[in-house]
């Protein structure tokens, strides 16, 4: 039998193909002759950028009482405070499952406590900033923040271990937890209720499932080839002709649209050293780190000239790490626009049923994305 003919990875934007994402052993259809189908569905309204600096009602602006009751201080960088509405309890009773030995409904209907605790970090006391319209030095505050928090929650024999300090507002936690996720949701496509420029961070007693199958593809890849697994994909995206899937790349960091996204505009965003959590990042590469933020969301608001929605979250290490849970820092964006601001990606159907499918290949999001201006957000430019 004749040897099959090598191919060009061109022929990938032209016909209907799957690729492999190795962080979650999953796979992903990516069908690129389906963005010359015609859309008469759904449509989001376009995001308002006329909102005031304060806002009188907004639960998150300086001076302003929130909704359970409490009032904010005169903040005028971040503020940190305990969610009033936490997803998880510290306090609570413990659950002992009571199903016998044998009886399939300990196998079948498991359920286990979680407890933890949820703060929401204010970005900025101006109501109607987003990152894109913070500067460098505001996000290494934001960085900062998110930084010092995580190193608070981590156990006091660790030697990034800190005590917060009394004006951030929380104290250290009572109980040691696993894991701490920080999140943004922007936008109202994304269930965000509030527009002031805010975050989240949640943590808990138990390991949650993304970062599990993460740390598992990280255990799993080390153990085989005795490499870490984002940073052996790191060397193959910076050696790549023309590296087609770069967004930005300054000293330290490096914004890709990863070969395997499901979101239309996905970013993966890495630091160029192996590094497993915030607190090992040196002062060099939080600057570099906030400068790669302020690019990607740059990028994202100029694209389809909105205010671009999206999900945001750094993985990193649990708190308490387990033998072999080692894993490469990193952040995803996941924002669902897909040809325009105001026609959205829906993971329905197929996606539900079969698996996640795309309807234009990493190589040509990220070229679009790479072609944008990412200094001046485009409402500067007016």
């Not at 509405?85 to 409904?105: H, I, M, N």
């Not at 209907?109 to 970090?121: D, N, P, Q, S, T």
């Not at 996000?139 to 928090?149: E, F, M, P, R, V």
Request: aromatic share 10%; proline share 8%; charged share 20%.
């Amino acid at each position: 039998m004749a040897a099959q003919q090598q191919q060009s990875p061109d022929i990938l934007d032209d016909i209907s193909h799957r690729r492999f994402n190795p962080l979650r052993n999953s796979w992903i259809l990516v069908s690129p002759h389906r963005t010359k189908r015609p859309w008469q569905g759904a449509q989001e309204e376009p995001s308002k950028v006329t909102l005031p600096e304060y806002d009188e009602k907004c639960y998150l602006c300086p001076r302003n009482q929130r909704a359970a009751g409490d009032s904010n201080p005169d903040y005028e960088s971040t503020y940190v405070f305990v969610n009033d509405y936490s997803a998880v309890k510290e306090d609570q009773p413990d659950y002992v499952p009571t199903a016998a030995d044998g009886d399939k409904s300990a196998l079948l209907l498991r359920a286990e406590g979680v407890k933890g605790k949820c703060f929401v970090i204010c970005f900025h006391p101006s109501h109607n900033l987003t990152l894109a319209d913070m500067t460098t030095s505001q996000i290494t505050s934001i960085i900062k923040t998110w930084t010092l928090i995580y190193r608070s929650h981590l156990p006091p024999t660790s030697p990034y271990f800190t005590f917060l300090p009394p004006t951030i507002g929380i104290s250290n936690p009572t109980h040691q937890y696993r894991y701490m996720q920080i999140f943004e949701n922007k936008g109202a496509a994304m269930g965000c209720s509030n527009p002031h420029p805010h975050g989240q961070v949640w943590t808990e007693s138990a390991l949650p499932e993304e970062p599990a199958l993460e740390i598992t593809a990280h255990k799993h890849h080390r153990h085989k080839y005795s490499s870490c697994l984002l940073c052996d994909y790191l060397d193959v995206e910076l050696r790549a002709t023309g590296t087609p899937r770069t967004v930005f790349e300054n000293a330290h960091f490096l914004a890709l649209v990863p070969y395997w996204a499901t979101w239309p505009f996905e970013i993966l965003l890495l630091p160029k050293r192996c590094v497993s959590s915030l607190p090992e990042l040196t002062p060099e590469e939080v600057e570099s780190f906030a400068q790669a933020m302020s690019q990607v969301t740059i990028r994202y608001d100029n694209l389809f000239k909105t205010q671009f929605p999206y999900s945001m979250g750094i993985h990193q290490a649990p708190l308490v790490k387990e033998q072999g849970e080692e894993i490469h820092l990193h952040v995803h964006f996941y924002p669902p626009l897909l040809r325009s601001a105001t026609v959205r990606k829906f993971l329905v159907g197929y996606e539900m049923l079969g698996e996640p499918q795309r309807d234009i290949t990493a190589e040509q999001a990220a070229r679009r994305l790479r072609e944008l201006d990412g200094e001046v957000v485009y409402r500067k430019q007016l």
